[in-house]
């Protein structure tokens, strides 16, 4: 798959963590692979209900201190709510202090749950936190807020599906603040919906975001690379 990706034009691969565990996975094949796949270390809302305050933000912290080079994958998820809102705010807000402390950005999931995102984005960026809406799906007004606090916005593969309705908000991220990004292993692009995504086919969501905003492949793939080493604090 590393290799796949090196062929498609990667010049690297930030491997996701969203539970302590997988971030440990995250970190050895990031050891594994140096100068090439870096890693985050975060908890997902899904598990927000099991996340311990003081014993997951340690073992967070420690990882940072590995080398994580973000906070997250964190965020809210009123979607599913597989675990209970409250909950997921705090494990959120918890994760949101860590990368003030620590300095790291923060990459954040975000479904239906705009209102209470948008609130803790604006004071997580008042206090210098910086970080990237993943994946992006959400309305134009929360993507501004994300802009408005210092953010990033990052589109997947769903901006290749037919159903996608929100050409206006790929337009509206300014060049400096725009990411792309596989979702590994889901969200495959159009040709591939429906396959085990990987992130070489992350040249397709190129494409299509510089279809959408009257741009070229290679000035997307050039800019949203800029825009993640810098992110990131990259070499």
């Not at 908890?43 to 099991?50: E, F, I, L, S, T």
Request: with cysteine; aromatic share 6%.
């Amino acid at each position: 798959m590393i290799d796949r990706a090196r062929s498609a034009g990667a010049v690297g691969i930030v491997c996701i963590g969203e539970s302590v565990e997988q971030a440990r996975a995250a970190a050895r094949i990031a050891t594994a692979h140096p100068g090439f796949v870096v890693f985050t270390a975060g908890v997902h809302p899904h598990d927000a209900a099991q996340f311990d305050p003081v014993a997951d933000r340690d073992a967070l912290a420690q990882l940072v201190a590995e080398g994580a080079v973000a906070v997250g994958e964190c965020g809210l998820d009123y979607h599913y709510d597989h675990s209970p809102r409250e909950l997921q705010r705090r494990a959120f807000a918890t994760q949101l202090e860590l990368a003030r402390e620590t300095n790291r950005p923060v990459v954040v999931h975000t479904r239906e749950a705009d209102d209470d995102t948008g609130a803790m984005i604006r004071e997580a960026g008042s206090a210098g936190v910086r970080g990237v809406l993943h994946c992006y799906t959400g309305p134009a007004w929360l993507a501004e807020t994300a802009l408005d606090a210092g953010w990033y916005v990052s589109f997947s593969g769903i901006v290749t599906f037919k159903k996608w309705e929100r050409d206006d908000v790929v337009r509206l991220v300014p060049d400096d603040r725009l990411l792309v990004e596989s979702d590994s292993p889901y969200l495959a692009p159009v040709p591939n919906r429906g396959k085990r995504n990987e992130p070489a086919w992350v040249a397709l969501t190129a494409a299509r975001v510089a279809a959408v905003r009257g741009s070229d492949e290679e000035t997307i793939r050039a800019t949203t690379t800029r825009n993640a080493k810098a992110l990131f604090s990259l070499a």
